[in-house]
């Protein structure tokens, strides 16, 4: 593929929304590339190495079992496109990426029946196809450790409903939901779904944060390992390891389980009682 | 905190939260920064675009007398917030003395893009649940990273172009249309077509006889803006088991419309509610009827139709 440019750049909404006909959705016609590089901007991330992970996970993952391969790309993607909060909330870098650099995974992970939804190449972060990706590694990780984010992407409804909820941009509290799906406490996509609604009813009285205190994420150490991408090799057969810009204290992850499992145990699971 | 029904006492009164001072990479922010009465802190300045970090020295205050009641162990925090960048930060306060913490949060550059908003809550143990929110700041403070003068107004970026001048494709279609508006991306746009005969000279037109004439023009688009961005953030639904906001200006355009949509609901049921009505496909007949209603009335409302003129004539002066 030798078209692949050579950094990953930025294109606006308004021109992705351009591009974004029914026939490219269908995938009955190819995006144009000459002209979306005509109204991108240029960006400092190497676009190949990217593209080659997501190569990799189409190649990992058959067509049947593509959502598996969320699980798979999250932290690899997290540890290959290292961006700042502040770069990950530009859309125009999601865009360019969807529309220019990997458009075939796009495809290939979310056609369904004949096309592909426009908000899977171009919308919000939790539906952007690697916008949601990037995001979920990020807010689930314990520092270094993406051992979490394995484990969060492992289940779509986590993807699906927790990613979007706000009470989970306090890291001890998606840690204790992620130790629920980890201890088996909570299995289905359903049971996801009630565990994150009450998690989120019930913070709307109690403080999660004074309960369950964080500390400040380090913003220098996370600099450094942006800027060591360059001399680093992200392995694709071990989980890669992310930022060691501090790890969720374990006392305040340990103080919201037995609360979060309370809360699980009290809500109404949809379609518990005549599930199979 | 408004419109939730709280299953204990929480404080009666006023609590507030002042931001003092601001400290960017430990270098007090000049005082013009800080708007106190628009509750607003403007971090962009253009002679230290490198800046990483600014500290602010938050005070929160609370009515003392209103304390007392069936709490135990109140403390305070802040929390600063930025939905875009998914970040956010809490801090304990220490307590000063009775009804007043103060604290210093730090704001990262790297973990903010646009606006944060920064609130406070009190937090105690009631009926021996601990960590029960009993009060939020009755008015959060905004910590905008991209303005240069604090100001909070949000008015519609506004662009004279000719739609059938051989730059603008994308506008061919629309060649003979005198406007349209364009609600994808971070901030919608209204664009006014120069090519339209007489529309340019007309919204710019000084003449008292005139004046009848432009402002119903102006409501009149004014309309269609309000009705284009309502439909355009009402289409984003991503159809989640409980309805979200969007967040951003369809978020605003959402709190701002809904209550004349919906008068009888609560902007959260009003929102359950349009949204109910979108997805079992009952978005015609009723629900147009009363989306027009509420932009006319948004588009009729002095200053909205006022800031819309304003806007008009401040761009022509830009562009020309």
Same mark, same amino acid.
């Not at chain 1, 050579?6 to 190819?30: I, M, Q």
């Not at chain 1, 779904?193 to 913003?219: C, K, R, W």
């Not at chain 2, 100001?151 to 970026?157: F, G, L, N, Q, T």
């Given at each position: ?276 | ?46 002679? %230290?675009?490198?800046? !990483?970090?600014? $500290? ?5 205050? +609370?009515? /003392?007398? =209103? @304390? ?19 970040? %956010?930060?809490?801090? !304990?306060?220490? $307590? ?5 913490? +103060?604290? /210093?949060? =730090? @704001? ?23 960590? !029960? ?188």
């Amino acid at each position: 593929m030798s078209d692949i440019p050579e950094h990953v750049g930025h294109l606006s909404d308004e021109a992705a929304a351009k591009f974004l006909n029914s026939a490219v959705l269908e995938d009955r016609e190819p995006l144009p590339s000459a002209a979306i590089d005509r109204t991108s901007q240029l960006g400092r991330w190497p676009a190949e190495r990217v593209w080659e992970a997501m190569e990799e996970a189409m190649k990992r993952f058959g067509p049947e079992s593509r959502t598996a391969a969320d699980a798979w790309l999250a932290p690899v993607l997290h540890a290959t496109l290292r961006l700042t909060r502040r770069e990950a909330a530009d859309s125009s870098l999601w865009n360019h990426l969807a529309l220019r650099v990997a458009p075939r995974y796009v495809y290939w992970r979310h056609m369904g029946g004949s096309s592909v939804s426009r908000a899977r190449f171009s919308g919000p972060f939790h539906t952007q196809t690697f916008a949601r990706l990037w995001w979920a590694a990020e807010l689930f990780r314990d520092g270094p450790d993406y051992g979490p984010v394995v484990l969060a992407c492992g289940n779509q409804d986590v993807l699906n409903t927790a990613l979007r909820l706000e009470v989970i941009l306090h890291r001890p509290t998606a840690q204790a939901m992620v130790r629920l799906l980890a201890s088996g406490v909570i299995r289905t996509g359903r049971e996801v779904n009630a565990l994150a609604q009450a998690v989120n009813a019930a913070g709307s009285t109690l403080a999660y944060e004074a309960l369950a205190p964080d500390v400040e994420q380090d913003v220098d150490s996370y600099q450094d390992w942006i800027g060591a991408f360059a001399h680093e090799h992200i392995p694709y057969d071990s989980t890669p390891e992310g930022p060691d810009d501090g790890r969720v204290p374990r006392h305040s992850v340990e103080a919201l389980t037995p609360l979060f499992t309370t809360l699980f145990s009290e809500a109404p699971v949809r379609g518990q009682k005549i599930a199979p | 905190m408004t419109r939730r029904i709280f299953p204990y006492p929480v404080v009666v009164g006023d609590v507030s939260l002042e931001v003092a001072q601001v400290r960017l990479d430990d270098i007090a922010l000049p005082y013009e920064m800080i708007s106190t009465s628009e509750r607003m802190v403007a971090l962009h300045r253009i002679d %230290r675009r490198d800046w !990483r970090s600014a $500290r602010l020295s938050v005070q929160v205050r +609370a009515p /003392e007398r =209103e @304390l007392e009641g069936p709490w135990s162990g109140i403390s305070c925090m802040a929390l600063l917030a930025e939905r875009r960048t998914n970040t %956010r930060t809490a801090v !304990r306060l220490r $307590r000063e003395r009775p009804g007043q913490w +103060a604290g /210093e949060v =730090e @704001l990262h550059r790297d973990r903010h893009l646009a606006q944060a908003e920064l609130t406070g809550q009190l937090i105690a143990d009631v009926d021996g649940v601990a960590g !029960r929110m009993i009060a939020t700041t009755t008015d959060s403070w905004t910590i905008d990273l991209r303005a240069r003068t604090p100001s909070r107004r949000d008015e519609i970026k506004t662009r004279w172009i000719d739609f059938a001048a051989d730059a603008n494709p994308h506008l061919h279609a629309f060649r003979s249309d005198p406007w349209l508006v364009e609600a994808v991306g971070e901030e919608p746009v209204l664009y006014l077509n120069s090519g339209f005969d007489g529309l340019k000279s007309l919204l710019e037109s000084g003449r008292p006889a005139d004046r009848a004439v432009r402002d119903n023009l102006a409501s009149q688009i004014a309309m269609g803006v309000w009705t284009a961005m309502f439909n355009a953030a009402l289409y984003l639904d991503e159809m989640t088991s409980s309805p979200q906001w969007p967040g951003g200006w369809r978020e605003s355009v959402l709190r701002r419309m809904l209550p004349d949509i919906f008068p009888e609901f609560s902007p959260e049921d009003a929102l359950t509610e349009v949204l109910a009505r979108r997805r079992s496909g009952e978005g015609g007949g009723d629900l147009q009827t009363r989306i027009m209603h509420a932009a006319s009335r948004r588009a009729q409302v002095a200053p909205s139709l006022g800031a819309l003129i304003r806007t008009l004539s401040r761009t022509s002066q830009e562009d020309e």
